[in-house]
């Protein structure tokens, strides 16, 4: 007799939800969450979206890794973030202008580190701390890496949840919208045209 078929596996959603939970829960639950832990968030977040969830709500929604800047809580839509590193391995650059205070490596490519406060001309506060992380973001042959001084975390909100953004202060042309809690949204495609990013030589 031909061998019984195998047994059809069945995705145990509990179970995929249950690990998804508690890696969100050691990220936000630590005062200094690790770069890996952000990346397995990342990653966890994009198989989650990539595959339906029978009985999931058809409201569209957005994930934002938000992250603190000075005084400043932003975000970025989480499908355009790479990774999070952090910045101990942060390399100087002579020549380059305030903004950009070095460059990081990761898997083999170069990301320029811009720090959006400098760019914006606000300086950090004596004493302060440099920023410790960096969130990679490439796009249509851009890469960068936005220095952040803490990562809050992933957020899910609702598309209907984000409301315009009328006094952004600095970040007012590049705020997409803010949402619940106070997290500006950024334009990352915005961004990454600003003619000051691009480092001219000088001659």
């Keep these: 007799m031909p ?33 890996t832990a952000l990346d397995a968030m990342l990653e966890a977040r994009a198989r989650d979206l990539a595959r339906p969830v029978p009985g999931a709500s058809t409201r569209p929604s957005i994930d934002l890794v938000a992250f603190h800047l000075g005084q400043d809580r932003l975000g970025i839509a989480a499908g355009l973030a790479l990774a999070v590193v952090e910045l101990t391995g942060l390399t100087p650059v002579p ?33 302060a701390p440099r920023p410790a992380y960096g969130i990679l973001v490439r796009q249509a042959g851009s890469a960068l890496a936005l220095a952040a001084d803490a990562i809050a975390g992933i957020e899910r909100v609702d598309a209907g949840d984000f409301a315009p953004a009328t ?6 042309h590049l705020v997409d919208g803010v949402v619940q809690g106070g997290t500006l949204v950024l334009d990352v495609h915005r961004l990454l045209a600003d003619p000051r990013l691009v480092v001219h030589d000088k001659q």
Excluded at 17 to 25: M, Q, V, W
Excluded at 97 to 125: E, Q, T
């Design 3 to 35: 061998p019984d078929p195998p047994a059809r596996q069945v995705l145990d959603w509990a179970g995929a939800k249950a690990r998804l939970d508690a890696i969100e829960a050691a990220i936000e639950g630590s005062a200094a969450p690790t770069s």
């Design 95 to 127: 020549g380059l202008p305030p903004h950009y205070p070095g460059i990081v490596l990761h898997r083999g490519s170069v990301y320029p580190v811009l720090d959006l406060g400098l760019l914006f001309r606000r300086p950090r506060v004596a004493g």
């Design 167 to 172: 006094d952004a202060g600095i970040w007012q």
